[in-house]
């Protein structure tokens, strides 16, 4: 096993790149269940269940909901597409072990894999930010930085899912991070409902966990609430991005160079 | 600016003559690659020289795709010492990968791209792009048939079209060495022979061929020198014309029928220098074949074939004739 650092150049371009071709020509079915879906629970449960439910923390829940829901949705397609789609492209399509006979090394294709994640989190989250913005759910420009953080997070998520594509043997096993971390971080980040209303324990716990960081960015930005330090929340998702970059790394040399 | 972080002297002209050095291609000296504690590839020596074709037999599980593995730097090597194109190969993958092409036993083929889409690809992972590339994906489609194949996508394409579209992706870096692992498995004959065409025609351009077959025929067409290997090693080594005469009687009388095994026990035995029994087949080795013939042709109810000895008689005297699974 090489335990040793990723080597880090430019040579993940070309990794990026392949993925940004292929999505180019196929991108209409993929856009469509990256943004309908946070959509359609922005209109049902922002509005829906948003009639029933005053203000929460001084927004309106639709806005409240906004600025979660582009958090969870940079988080789910940076995940699946760095599950499902990467494990295609490992395992049946045998596309990285043809990029391997060439100069690319394992790290490059992680390192292109996880900024191309990061790439349809951005992809993803832009079209729900402008569909917000013309609810009037938006505050006011500061909401563009969510860009960036979006392909930031994405990114972060990507490398942390890429770990358990280094041991999936087939497409079920992804199972279980999403009802093992996937899904409890969805509903207990602070994207539904504020953290407060959790018992105490519990809220310590999601300080742990990296939407809860990304959502903490995301609301003020959207909202106009205020943001005195961006940077422990940054630093922590940033935290968990290298660490899963290091250990996809180390785990799929292991995997794919045997 | 890619090129430069990338590889730095890929881009080569498209003249594909190259000058021939006296260095060899691969140099291994018990070469060695243990999975946990089996050694499945247990001290192979290998030199092969530039320009030549240069085959690897065996039965499977022999060693094979892991000694091509390891001469690409796919896997790390246990024990001895190995040298491609100069460049040792742990240490300098990367640059020794820029002038390697591979073209692997299943096609990895990206089937969301078209033929052209492809080869472009595949060429910016070297670094590679612009308008040499464009000229050279030309000559390459015209190289390996594809020519009125540039925007179909994968899928359309049969068996064989895909195989060449894979040898063309594998040239596309120009490579001074090509390594194919069985690279005419599943092709009908006419492919096969285009294929065989193409090969011998980048041979005579200068470029050196590893490949692994299981056809005999493919090694004794195309090999200069062929490597018999089994368990992890080389059994024996030489040019196809010199492993026949070396192991095998010049003159082999195949016989069947449904009376082969009694005759085997009267006749055969006693007429032949070696005779094995494979089935329903009676394989007769002989100096010399007339007391054979005389025999058989007294014989209307067995059919025979008398012919030289051949590759698959080799493979088949040193590696057995048991099914390995």
């Known amino acids: ?258 | 600016m890619l090129q430069t972080m990338v590889a730095p002297d890929v881009l080569t002209p498209t003249t594909l003559v190259h000058p021939c050095t006296s260095q060899a291609v691969v140099e291994a000296r018990a070469l060695r690659k243990f999975y946990g504690d089996v050694p499945v590839v247990d001290g192979v020596d290998l030199r092969v020289r530039p320009g030549e074709c240069f085959g690897l037999l065996g039965p499977n599980g022999a060693g094979k795709t892991t000694t091509l593995r390891m001469l690409l730097g796919a896997t790390p090597i246990s024990g001895g010492e190995l040298k491609v194109l100069g460049h040792t190969v742990s240490g300098q993958a990367r640059e020794m990968r820029a002038r390697i092409g591979v073209v692997p036993q299943q096609d990895n083929l990206d089937p969301d791209f078209t033929v052209i889409e492809n080869l472009r690809v595949y060429a910016s992972y070297f670094g590679l792009g612009g308008a040499d590339i464009e000229r050279r994906i030309a000559e390459l489609l015209a190289f390996t048939a594809l020519e009125g194949k540039a925007q179909a996508p994968i899928n359309t394409l049969s068996g064989g079209m895909k195989r060449r579209l894979t040898l063309a992706r594998a040239l596309i870096n120009d490579p001074d060495l090509l390594i194919l692992d069985e690279p005419t498995t599943g092709l009908d004959p006419q492919a096969r022979q285009l294929l065989w065409q193409r090969l011998r025609t980048l041979l005579s351009q200068g470029k050196t061929l590893i490949l692994t077959t299981h056809y005999m025929e493919e090694a004794e067409r195309l090999c200069d020198r062929v490597a018999v290997m089994d368990q992890g090693r080389i059994l024996s080594e030489g040019s196809p014309a010199q492993l026949i005469r070396q192991h095998i009687e010049p003159h082999v009388v195949e016989v069947y029928g449904p009376e082969v095994e009694h005759w085997y026990q009267e006749s055969g035995q006693r007429l032949a220098d070696r005779v094995e029994h494979a089935g329903e087949t009676v394989f007769c080795y002989s100096r010399d074949a007339h007391a054979l013939l005389d025999d058989l042709s007294a014989r209307p109810d067995l059919r025979y074939v008398h012919r030289p000895g051949n590759m698959e008689d080799v493979f088949l005297k040193l590696t057995g004739r048991d099914l390995r699974d």
């Open chain 1, 1 to 258: 096993m090489n335990p040793g650092l990723p080597t880090i150049s430019l040579r993940w371009l070309p990794v990026w790149r392949r993925n940004f071709l292929v999505w180019r020509k196929l991108f209409g079915p993929a856009m469509l269940g990256n943004f309908v879906e946070p959509m359609l629970y922005l209109l049902a449960l922002g509005y829906g269940l948003g009639s029933f439910i005053g203000p929460m923390q001084g927004l309106s829940y639709s806005a409240f909901l906004a600025s979660g829901l582009v958090c969870s949705s940079a988080m789910n397609t940076a995940t699946f597409e760095a599950l499902y789609s990467a494990y295609t492209r490992m395992s049946p399509q045998q596309t990285w072990p043809g990029m391997l006979a060439t100069p690319l090394a394992v790290d490059d294709i992680v390192l292109g894999e996880l900024l191309w994640a990061g790439t349809k989190s951005l992809f993803s989250v832009a079209p729900i930010v402008a569909v917000a913005a013309g609810l009037g759910l938006v505050h006011d420009l500061n909401a563009l930085w969510v860009l960036p953080i979006a392909l930031f997070a994405g990114s972060c998520f990507a490398a942390l899912a890429l770990v358990v594509t280094s041991y999936a043997k087939s497409y079920d096993f992804f199972l279980y991070y999403f009802t093992l971390i996937i899904t409890p971080m969805f509903l207990a980040s602070g994207v539904f409902f504020p953290l407060d209303a959790m018992p105490l324990a519990l809220q310590h716990a999601a300080q742990v966990l990296p939407l809860t960081h990304a959502v903490e960015l995301v609301r003020p930005l959207m909202t106009g609430q205020p943001l005195p330090n961006p940077l422990p929340h940054l630093a922590v998702l940033l935290l968990y991005g290298l660490a899963g970059f290091y250990l996809s790394c180390v785990l799929l040399r292991r995997r794919l160079m045997a």
